[in-house]
């Protein structure tokens, strides 16, 4: 049957309507999803302040619309703060001292390790001698400087960062590494220095916060300030390839960052892996290497008097009224009443020679009784604060370690070197440890710890190379006895 007329009416009425509708309203387009905000990247190689952009909020397209009755929200983007710039590791002066060849790195080298260990350089390096900022406990800025060596290459590479802490050379600023001279050689620390660049390595050796000003004193086993030193130095060897000294150098620095350290630097080199995920997380530290380590400082204390009066003078001028103590009720008077004239003039050689080196003949009776006793956190209680914030390496980090250590070495006894393993062990890391008895060159006979670095220089190289080709290194600590 045909439709009836209202039929038709209605059916073209809701086609009349729903043609009206759709040119009434207009689709309002889904809010365009704004970019991610590009991250900010820190550039080390800029020895400047780093400058970070600071993100612009994205322009806001609003469509525009026939009136609805709900209006089009428009969402506003904040913009991100702006991290505090980094400055520490700034370079602020540089001084060529130009290339080194391989004959003359082989002349020192052959001269400073035994036939066993010995290993000819494969490359010429350049020499310079940095100074950069780095900063104090208090958050100021103090300039340091530094010894860096850099391999030469044929042709362009990055290559790893051999971070290195001294050890014990003296309190004032004659007596930094960087100091040292062929007549007079604290360390032969530029010797060791060059036998790893010329192995690959863009090595750089840091003095002390306290060195490189006549006017300071060095802060002489201050966990935090030894620490700051490494990773500042190496910051600034970083920083380094960006200056015009660096444009014709083909080394740069991969990702790749050691830090290594004997007797004293051994001692830095874990207060630096203490404090590098908040002082300077954005360093990619590979691993840590201690020879002759003492981060075991109670027992360093302990077993190694000859130092204690300069120690004691260092600690009583960094703390001041911190941490008070009268230095003249733990060390002797034969002692205590010239140490400020010793600490001052002398450097490592003489101060070993000219104190004794049994622990009566140098502490008072009753810090003795303390120190050994047990009782040293009751007794005085300072000094107790002093040692246990200076002792590190009870901080969990994910950052491999090696120990290499002497059997016969008397200034850092295994039985030392055993308290901290367990400690450290028991913080949950992990540590390879390898000890040495002599090899049979007679110079070496029996590993004392002046030794350390000589004998163990192919071990330590071949575990650096182990970790950058992605190996694990053996573990010591999961059957390691701790401490209860």
Known sequence: MPPTLNAVLNRWFYLLLSLLL????TAVPPEPTPPPPTPTTLNTAVPAPTQTA????????????????IPTATATTEPSPTPTPITQGRITAVEDRGLVNTEAINSQTILFYP????????YSVHEYFIRFTSQDENGAEIELGAQL?????????????????????????????????????IGDYRTFMLSYAGQGYISILPDYAGFNNPDALQAYYVSAMEGRALLDGARAARNFFAQPAAEDLTATPADTIFLAGYSQGGHAIFGATDIAATYAPELPLTGVLGFGATPNLLAHVQQNPYIAPVRFYGWGEYYGDQFPFDISTIIRPLYADNVAQIATQRCIGDIFLYYANEADRVY?????????????????????????????????????ALLLQGLNDTIVTPDQQAEFISRFCGAGNSLTYLTYEGLGHLAYEGLGH?????????????????????ETPPDVCPTWPLDE
Not at 56 to 68: D, I, K, L, M
Not at 115 to 122: G, I, K, N, R, S
Not at 450 to 467: E, F, G, I, K
């Open 149 to 185: 060596f850099v391999p030469q290459l044929e042709t362009a590479a990055d290559l790893p960062l051999f971070v290195f802490g001294a050890g014990t050379s003296g309190l004032v600023d004659a007596c930094a590494p960087s100091r040292e001279t062929s007549a007079a050689p």
């Open 54 to 69: 600071m993100l612009e909020p994205s322009p806001t397209n609003t469509a525009t619309a026939v009136p609805s009755p």
């Open 450 to 470: 002046l030794a350390t670095r000589q004998q163990t220089y192919p071990d330590a190289l071949a575990w650096m190379s182990a970790l950058q080709a992605g």
């Open 364 to 400: 008072q009776p009753d810090f003795l009784e303390a120190l050994y006793g047990g009782n040293l956190a009751t007794e005085f209680p300072t000094v107790y604060e002093i040692v246990q914030r200076n002792s590190p390496g009870d901080v969990p980090t994910e950052i491999p």
């Open 115 to 122: 036939p066993e260990t010995h290993l000819p350089a494969q």
């Open 22 to 25: 759709a040119a009434c309203t």
